[in-house]
């Protein structure tokens, strides 16, 4: 038995189709957890509980996936992301705006003390060296598909 216990919590990880994400999903059911719901582009096989299709490159899609998880969530898991050798803007869209804006409605109806996981790569070690252009992706309250 593991000293963490998801039993009881409300879980939702994006990206859990396969990788760091299903592996995930497979830790926290092995852990207790009853309540998954996985959010991706892709549905998984195995074991969540409840799977919401989302486009994270999408607005209208991220606001129907936190629409439809609702209020009451305990932690929520950042996993999804897609590589850099996608068009610069997709990649934009999926790892950084997608997520603000799903974290930004989640956290609206979150549970007292709930908690956000983000998963991050290597390859963003050298964000210091980007901090102003970080913060101002970080600014975009909202966006268009190009």
Known sequence: MSAIDYSGKKIVVTG????IGAALVSLLKDNGATDITVLDIKQADG??????ETNLGDPASVDAA????GSGVDIL????????????LQVIQV???GLKRLTERVLQGMNTGGTVVNTASTAGSQWPDRYEAIMELLAIDDWNKA
Do not use: E
């Open 16 to 19: 859990g189709f396969s990788g």
């Open 47 to 52: 074991s969540r509980d409840k799977f919401i």
């Open 66 to 69: 936190a629409a439809a998880i």
């Open 77 to 88: 898991f950042n996993n999804a992301g897609i590589s850099g050798v996608n068009p610069p």
């Open 95 to 97: 790892n950084t705006l």
